[in-house]
């Protein structure tokens, strides 16, 4: 059994205590509330018994819970009480709610009728289960440890959830055949998404997987030759150069706070080595590049608190993670993530107390770069690293296209 499931039985036994002492605590309190009802001294007793035990019931669950988030790493948590207390805690007020619903209930059967008073409490009891239920719904995400929620984040961003795959068409036939490196795993009939330089797409269907020995029903970190096909069963092609073919979602379509997937850069980024001397391609990267929203993991002035997942902050930003020089420590290079598979890869953005995660876009990363920052280094730790210098920044603001799109060229903020 592992130790995650055994923490969860564990939680679930002390949840089951904790309801019952909470329903046996409700109806010590209704039949004291009851004018008919006789409460005897010795009845305190068994009460304070089942007060003591529902608290001590509720620790255990948060003691539990906080330490099966630590097997995920850091956890950051609603007043770090956790989900699990939290679920508790709710199930024991609709108990309570529950039982003072009876026993209005049943006064109304021992009087013969029903006062106006008593249904408006009915009422008001299930508005208050509503907002209560409402509320726990909005904000259990905050609650999950931050590597599940990323670990969400990685499987809300793919078509075939955790299963991810890209592969840049460095060239294509008018047959619809096309021909590239592909990076992850695929299987014919598998839906995809195809992105053109020009940031349009469309979704097709994988046809057909083939080799140099034949077809094959599934691929997986090679080279390979794909044909796709379209809703109406018809073969996609020829495709303009460096088209992704991708399992994973554009962010354009996905919620604001899960904007952080740039699936043609990342495939780029996998090309640039083979093709940084073909002008097309260089002058795709860099639109890719200016137009993406990075995740840019930053240090909490504060301490830690629920939302260390955020979108772009209303305040600026005081210090980013950085990477350091190999020719000097004094230099550093700021890390930026291209999405959140990349970022659970890199410990330093996501294992570290009172690290926060934000979303920018690339003219505003660059804004707020200091004076001893070198520049970005896109993925640190991956596959895809890429290392772009001052001068190469200097060369893309310069241009007359960013300039005429982001405004004119940045300044480095003041060293602090």
Known sequence: MSEKLKYWLASVF????FEICVLLGAFFVMEFLDGDAIIFPDTYIPLFIVLTGGLISLAAIAL???AHDRIFGISVNMMKFGRWGMTALLMGLIIIEAVMIWYSYKIAVRNNYIQANQIVRVLFLILLAFVAVSIYVRNYDNLRSRMERIDRLVSEGSIHKLRRFGMLVESSEKNGQLHGQLRGSAKTGDEVNVLFPDTGDLRARIAGLFTAEGEIREAENM??????????GRT???LVQYTVVTDVDPAASMRKIIRAENPRLNAMLYGLAGHHEDDFFMSTFIYDMCHAAFIVPSPSSGP???HDIVDVPDTPLHS?????SDASKDMRAVAVFTDWNKLRSYPPAVRREGMQCTLMRFCDIIRHLKEKDTGLIINPGCGNTFYLSRTMIDSIVALEGYQEEFGASYSAVSQD
Request: cysteine-free; aromatic content about 14%.
């Open 14 to 17: 002390f949840t089951f205590v």
């Open 64 to 66: 539990l819970n906080r």
């Open 223 to 232: 080279e390979v030759t794909m044909v796709l096909e379209g809703k109406d």
């Open 236 to 238: 996609i092609g020829p």
């Open 304 to 306: 830690t608190f629920a």
């Open 320 to 324: 980013f993670l950085t990477v350091s």
